[in-house]
């Protein structure tokens, strides 16, 4: 299996900053200024102050977005968290599937949201990869030089329930309603959208694999490493999270050490419109949801409590 997968060149990518116009009701964005290149976008994610988390008009550097993926692996659904480490914020955590919304999507990063899915979270069967369709429309196969995709079965994407507040792009109500919170620490607006995964009856033996970029040599380049899967998953019971961590190994539900862990923002609390934490320990954020701690029997398929934990290399920070 090859560890390097593709090379891009970052200056291709181009985005917009943002001006927010928030109320009790929804929240509306529009473009503003000139493209800015990854650098600069990066230049203007510093940390901002917002007095009212109900009702305000703000500039941001750029528009975010994320799936909070929901796995159905025989017969229980879990929730589909990535590792990353942030090099422009100095920590590793497990987060959403994410990324950043380029110029030309930023009234349909729903199509981005779909694409990071694509880019970031990859199934392996023993007979080969699979692709994915969201409604009609079949997802990028984006390594396709390198790995070999079935051309059936194929999973599915669709969405969950949205949120209650809609988000506008100027006068276009966004589709699918994602959750919208305003990130202070890096002066971003974050979508995050409700999708659930529907596996084909055919795919056994499943993995699952992260796909992660970082530059190297002025290219972007996307790796796989086998040997560090980075895709997690959290059970749901009646759906509502567990304080569980598992890997998902040829068909081997296994569960994962927390110890150390920290979550993305996307997992602390939100106030109003605005998020105002880096990041949350995970051990603070299974308080704050008053969550369940593990039982005996781990009722992830039968899973014993006892059984090894996969060494998650997640150091503490601050």
């Known amino acids: 299996m090859p560890s390097s997968l593709t090379r ?85 955590v497990l987060k959403l599937i994410s990324g950043y919304v380029p110029a030309h999507e930023l009234n349909l990063p729903l199509l981005s949201a ?39 079965p194929y999973f599915r994407l669709s969405p969950l329930s949205g949120a209650a507040r809609p988000v506008q792009c100027g ?26 995964l ?33 895709l997690y998953l959290i059970p749901l019971h009646q759906g509502r999270p567990t304080a569980e961590l598992l890997t998902l190994n040829r068909g081997q539900l296994k569960a994962a050490s927390t110890r150390g862990l920290w979550l993305a923002e996307s997992f602390a609390a939100q106030e109003g419109w605005l998020v105002r934490d880096e990041r949350i320990r995970w051990k603070e954020w299974v308080k704050q949801q008053h969550l369940d701690n593990p039982t005996q029997q781990n009722p992830a398929r039968g899973i014993p409590a006892d059984t090894p934990a996969t060494k998650l290399d997640v150091a503490p920070h601050g």
């Open 198 to 230: 529907e596996l084909p009856k055919e795919a056994k033996q499943l993995s699952l694999y992260h796909v992660d970029e970082c530059l190297e040599d002025g290219q972007l380049v996307a790796h796989l490493n086998p040997a560090s899967p980075d």
């Open 8 to 92: 891009k060149d970052p200056s291709t990518f181009k985005t917009l900053a943002l001006f927010v116009e928030a109320g009790p009701d929804g929240l509306t964005y529009q473009s503003i200024g000139r493209p800015l290149n990854f650098s600069e976008m990066l230049e203007r994610r510093k940390t901002i102050e917002v007095s009212d988390s109900q009702r305000f008009a703000v500039e941001l550097a750029n528009l975010g977005v994320s799936v909070r993926l929901t796995l159905n692996w025989q017969s229980r659904d879990y929730w589909v968290l990535v590792r990353q480490r942030r090099l422009d914020r100095g920590d590793v």
């Open 171 to 196: 006068k276009q109500t966004l589709l699918e309603r994602p959750r919208a919170y305003v990130h202070l620490p890096t002066a971003s607006l974050q979508l995050v959208y409700d999708l659930q």
């Open 114 to 152: 779909v694409q990071e899915v694509a880019e970031e979270c990859l199934l392996e069967t023993p007979e080969g990869w699979l692709a994915g369709r969201f409604g009609d429309t079949w997802l990028p196969t984006p390594y396709q030089d390198a790995l070999r995709y079935r051309q059936a």
